[in-house]
């Protein structure tokens, strides 16, 4: 994305069109990252039984803003909403996922007869001021469990994450911490609490805080400011005011934490940044990414479902931010890419021919193959080969083409000898080398 940004400048100075800002194009030397971030969270999703929906990309703005909450950074002002030319009816470009979910699964009474694991993925809206690790168009993999109660849920949401970051090759660079802030009862204890404390320094507060003070106070607790820190340290916290069933169910969230063996940071500052949440909440978080650091987070939204119209269902989920991973997973060199097997160079019109049914005839056999495609010297199409991260140059000249033949050359390996495989017995040759797919 911050290529995309380089080269855009001589085409804007001519006065091309540009993106919107903060929205990013992700040109294909990228998308291998992507799509082996999507693959790979397909698969351990699926694994624990999580089956993937797709909702629309808009919604009526009082989803979000019943859902999310009014007082909340993404509601007050983050939102690109805009009225319907037609019907006058105020829409929004979805800041998250989870209000969608929930809205179409009460719409489709997807928990009426059992409760569901789901997940789905793609664009996310927010105003936002852009830079590393935040857009405006950002992605989003979303896990949600609709109709669970008990906390083994929510910790196999957390486990399921750990397994994720296990496949990726990052379970060392993130760190996993949790909290529980209680349920609205507690929770308005606690806001009492909170709000007196606040109010004894309120000269210490920054603007943003002070606003708060009013609207919702547990936000400040959020605050990234560094000259509040000391503040939020000393304020009273929510673990310890938390009530029987909310306190048993995080204990129970611990105990099958533990079973599983994950090292966790319990943070008794750790809010979330939407209203929906009670009980657990918990972040995955990364050193590498600077002040965006928070990969994932989630938990429990047991009021959400009724806040929306539906009848009360507990559930629970989490969001992860892709294009964060993506950073991360760059950071940590973990960029290996998804090249082609092979690069099928050839010169001359025998050749040509030859070579376009060997390339077909390599795919059947499952070998991802370039066939060289624009014509030029062997030179340029070797560099062409080198270029697209093959293992292997398949070279078919006029020689070859008299001789059924292909020259082999490893492009990758140093010091192997490149040799000469007859054209029928390359897919033969590749196999006995168990250089499949
Ligand atoms: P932050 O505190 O970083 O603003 P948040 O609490 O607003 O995050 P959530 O709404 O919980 O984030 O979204 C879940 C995840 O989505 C975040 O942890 C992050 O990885 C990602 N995310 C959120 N906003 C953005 C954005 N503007 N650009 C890129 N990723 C984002
Ligand atoms: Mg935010």
């Known amino acids: 994305m911050t290529d995309a940004a380089k080269t855009a400048t001589p085409a804007a100075a001519q006065g091309a069109l540009q993106a919107v800002r903060g929205m990013n194009d992700i040109l294909p030397d990228e998308a291998p990252l992507w799509l082996r971030l999507e693959d ?28 999310i909450g009014e007082a909340t950074d ?24 989870t209000a969608g979910i929930v809205r179409a699964a009460i719409q489709n009474n997807l ?19 852009p830079q590393k690790g935040r857009y405006r168009q950002f992605h989003q993999l979303d896990v949600e469990a609709l109709g669970f109660a008990g906390p083994e849920v929510d910790a196999e949401q957390i486990v399921l994450l750990a397994r994720l970051w296990d496949a990726l090759g990052l379970a060392d660079s993130v760190t996993l911490k949790i909290n529980s802030i209680g349920d609205p009862a507690d929770r308005r204890a ?7 404390y606040f109010l004894q320094h309120f000269d210490a507060l920054d603007d943003d805080s002070k606003r708060r003070l009013s609207t919702n ?58 209203d929906y949440y009670n009980r657990s909440v918990f972040e995955w978080v990364t050193d590498r990414l600077g002040a965006q650091g928070t990969v994932a987070g989630g938990g429990r939204y047991d009021g959400l479902y009724e806040s929306l ?21 760059r950071e940590t060199g973990k960029t290996a ?32 193959t370039v066939l060289h495609a624009g014509g030029g010297s062997m030179k340029s199409q070797m560099k062409k080969a080198d270029a697209s991260g093959a ?47």
């Open 111 to 129: 928990t009426y007869e059992r409760p569901q694991r789901v997940w789905t993925h793609g664009p996310m809206f927010r105003h936002e001021r």
């Open 40 to 67: 790979t969270a397909r698969r351990v999703f699926e694994q624990y039984g999580y089956r993937f929906l797709r909702m629309p990309i808009v919604e009526p703005t009082p989803l979000f803003v019943r859902g």
């Open 391 to 437: 293992r292997f140059a398949f070279i078919l000249a006029e020689d070859e083409a008299r001789n059924r033949s292909v020259t082999v050359k490893w492009l990758r390996e140093i010091g192997r000898e490149q040799q000469t495989v007859p054209m029928d017995g390359l897919s033969a040759w590749l196999a006995e080398r168990a250089l499949s797919v």
């Open 74 to 97: 993404v509601v007050e002002k983050e939102m690109y909403t805009f009225e319907d030319k037609l019907s006058g009816e105020s829409l929004t470009l979805r800041p998250e996922a």
């Open 190 to 196: 606690y806001r009492e609490a909170l709000t007196a």
């Open 309 to 329: 119209g539906g009848k009360p269902t507990p559930a629970c989920g989490f969001a992860a931010g892709m294009e964060r991973l993506v950073l991360l997973l």
């Open 217 to 274: 106070p547990l936000r400040i607790l959020d605050s990234k400011n560094p000259e509040m820190q000391s503040l939020i340290e000393g304020a009273p916290r929510m673990l310890e005011q938390l009530g029987t069933e909310a306190r048993a169910h995080f204990d129970g969230l611990r105990k099958w934490l533990d079973l599983a063996g994950l090292v966790y940071e319990i943070d008794t500052r750790l809010v979330r940044g939407l």
């Open 337 to 368: 890419a998804l090249a082609p097997l092979a690069y099928l160079v050839h010169q001359g019109d025998a050749a040509a021919a030859l070579a376009w049914r060997l390339a077909e005839t390599l795919r059947d056999a499952g070998y991802d």
